[in-house]
């Protein structure tokens, strides 16, 4: 009776051990291609679980935001770089900031889109579908379309999330602390909907020294031969013709830039 107890025992300690070790402040660091479910840590499992109830008081608060807003006839806007018909990104140009119910976001998007997305998750280590992509073009927003980085600052980091030294454009990302897993670090998100992208640390290469740690289910992917396909459609409604023209996003990067 005493050694079923204690095999018992040794089993849960074994099971426990086994998953704590399995998640770490960035997220389950997989061993291999194929463990590559999406992964949280344990306070946000905690949260997770507290979703439902959560849900139905931020939508609500959401849409009185968006009914007291519509009554006072005024929008918040964002000044952010959009591509135009020609494939050219120009700006910045003003427009609405996109902002949606969870319940809305939850339609839209895939189950690991939202989790991190709008839940702020984590994707394992190595796992993700744009890591290895080589291709020459843009990483836009999964849930609004706003450009965010271009392939001419995508580098190794050797971390096992996308990762790039600079911005497409300042204005396109923005940045807040986030004191989560007992940590100070400086998250990421979309400019134009919240969308959380992942975070930023002074530790990459030149020109800037930074890393752009990104998970991949934030984003979607264009080739450079397609980015006309990006043109917003905000800038079918008003006159861009005072948007400051902006490099196009298809220039090679400078021989001084690191390679992805």
């Known amino acids: 009776m005493r050694l079923t107890v204690l095999g018992s025992l040794l089993a849960v ?3 426990i051990g086994t998953q704590m070790a399995g998640v770490g402040p960035f997220g389950k660091f997989a061993s291999d291609s194929t463990d590559c479910l999406l992964s949280m840590g344990f306070a946000e499992r905690i949260e997770s679980s507290q979703f439902d109830a959560q849900e139905l008081e931020q939508d609500q608060a959401i849409s009185q935001s968006k009914n ?17 018909e020609k ?26 889109q939202f989790t991190i997305t709008r839940q702020s998750g984590t994707e394992a280590r190595f796992c993700g579908t744009l890591l290895d992509n080589k291709l020459e073009g843009v990483y836009s927003c999964v849930c609004c379309g706003l450009p965010l ?7 190794d980091s050797g971390t096992g999330w996308p990762s790039f030294f600079q911005p497409i454009a300042t204005e396109n990302v923005s940045e807040k602390i ?29 020109p800037t020294g930074m890393r752009h740690c990104l998970n991949s289910e934030s984003l979607q992917f264009t080739e450079k031969d397609d980015l006309s396909t990006l043109a917003d ?28």
């Open 178 to 206: 986030d004191r989560s897993h007992r940590m100070v670090r400086t998250e990421i998100s979309c400019a134009r909907c919240d969308a959380h992208l992942g975070h930023v640390f002074n530790d990459g290469p030149a």
């Open 149 to 155: 980085f271009s392939s001419n600052a995508k580098f």
């Open 233 to 260: 459609p905000v800038l079918k409604t008003q006159d861009s013709s005072d948007a400051n023209p902006k490099h196009p996003a298809s220039e090679k990067a400078s021989e001084s830039t690191h390679g992805k």
């Open 68 to 84: 007291k807003t519509n009554n006072e006839k005024g929008t918040t806007m964002v000044a952010v770089h959009v591509f135009n």
């Open 13 to 15: 300690t074994t099971l």
């Open 87 to 112: 494939g050219d990104l120009i700006g910045p140009v003003s427009m609405p900031k996109v902002v949606k119910t969870l319940t809305e976001w939850k339609k839209q998007l895939t189950e690991d």
